[in-house]
């Protein structure tokens, strides 16, 4: 696969031809800005010990079974059941029937172009991960949780974009998030971290596919409402904590397949290196904070516990928080390049 990787890095998220993976617009990303501010103590911002994780019990296993093909839903996404999904979740919603039947009407195409990106992108798209994304949804997570108020209405655009979903956090552009996913060649057998859960979304169409999926969020509200979405949709195997995912989730027996940041890091934490198992594989956009020249790099780890790196694409997405920002890089730790 040939990349103008200028163009990647300079461009924004679009179907046509090679572009960036973008968390955030401009927009976004100027309001984010003036807002996200890591050494802050109050607000809406958890303010995790530079010294150890956030003290957030983890969930107990849960024995979650192997499903050797893609876990679909099993009851039709209609009206009656977004409404009593979202009261489940405890996120009020205005939108009427009309509306949602207008939101189902733009989801095959939003399929289509899907599928038609990662046969750009990889040669042939992943059919688990089309079928993932035919299984998620999407519409139920868009959400504006400082207001209060569904944001389906968004869902499926035809011009692919990333959606502030309020208190700092964004939902990510889906060519982006099927691009990452299908990156991460997901299995069967497979145990997940993600760390910035943000809407839930790119754990939850990990969890269609995987065995388990793990997710931290570090934004107080938004980790702690995002938490109440999976159990009504079923989605039993994603488990979701606030804490710094800069420490990762030591508690998971036997570590990770996979640990995908949907965060922007300075560099590589050594701690998640630890949790990755032989032949697991790290995703991890590393640059500088709300600045271009980002670059998602693929760490892999070698039967030997060997790391070994690549770069991938030009990105673009909002900082990771906590950790990352108030302490010095450790001696050692992996940087992009």
Not at 105 to 130: C, E, H, M, N, W
Request: hydrophobic fraction near 40%; proline fraction near 8%.
């Amino acid at each position: 696969m040939t990349i103008d990787r200028r163009r990647l890095i300079a461009g924004g998220a679009a179907l046509a031809g090679a572009s960036t993976l973008a968390a955030c617009d401009e927009a976004t990303r100027e309001r984010l800005q003036a807002r996200l501010n890591p050494t802050r103590t109050g607000g809406d911002t958890a303010a995790p010990s530079p010294d150890a994780p956030a003290a957030t019990a983890a969930p107990e296993a849960t024995g979650s079974a192997v499903s050797e093909t893609v876990r679909m839903p099993a009851r039709p996404w209609t009206y009656d059941a977004f409404v009593a999904a979202m009261a489940a979740s405890e996120r009020p919603s205005s939108l009427s029937r009309a509306q949602f039947d207008v939101i189902q009407s733009r989801k095959p195409a939003a399929i289509q172009r899907i599928k038609t990106y990662l046969d750009g992108k990889f040669g042939a798209a992943d059919p688990r991960v089309v079928q993932a994304f035919e299984s998620v949804p999407r519409d139920f997570y868009h959400y504006a949780y400082a207001a209060q108020d569904s944001t389906a209405y968004q869902a499926y655009e035809a011009n692919p974009k990333p959606w502030a979903i309020g208190h700092g956090s964004v939902l990510s552009d889906y060519l982006g998030q099927a691009y990452m996913t299908q990156l991460a060649e997901p299995k069967p057998t497979d145990v997940t971290l993600e760390i910035g859960t943000g809407s839930g979304f790119q754990s939850s169409l990990l969890s269609r596919i995987v065995r388990d999926s793990y997710t931290i969020e570090i934004i107080q509200p938004v980790g702690h409402a995002v938490s109440k979405i999976f159990k009504p949709l079923g989605y039993d195997n994603v488990h979701a904590r606030v804490g710094d995912g800069y420490f990762g989730w030591p508690e998971v027996e036997g570590g990770f397949d996979t640990i995908m940041l949907t965060c922007v890091a300075q560099y590589a934490p050594p701690e998640l290196f630890r949790q990755l198992k032989p032949g697991g594989k790290l995703i991890i956009p590393i640059g500088q904070p709300f600045r271009r020249g980002q670059v998602l790099y693929v760490y892999t780890k070698d039967a030997d516990g060997r790391v070994r790196s690549r770069r991938d694409v030009g990105v673009f997405f909002i900082p990771m928080t906590g950790a990352m920002q108030n302490r010095p890089r450790p001696q050692g730790a992996a940087m992009g390049g």
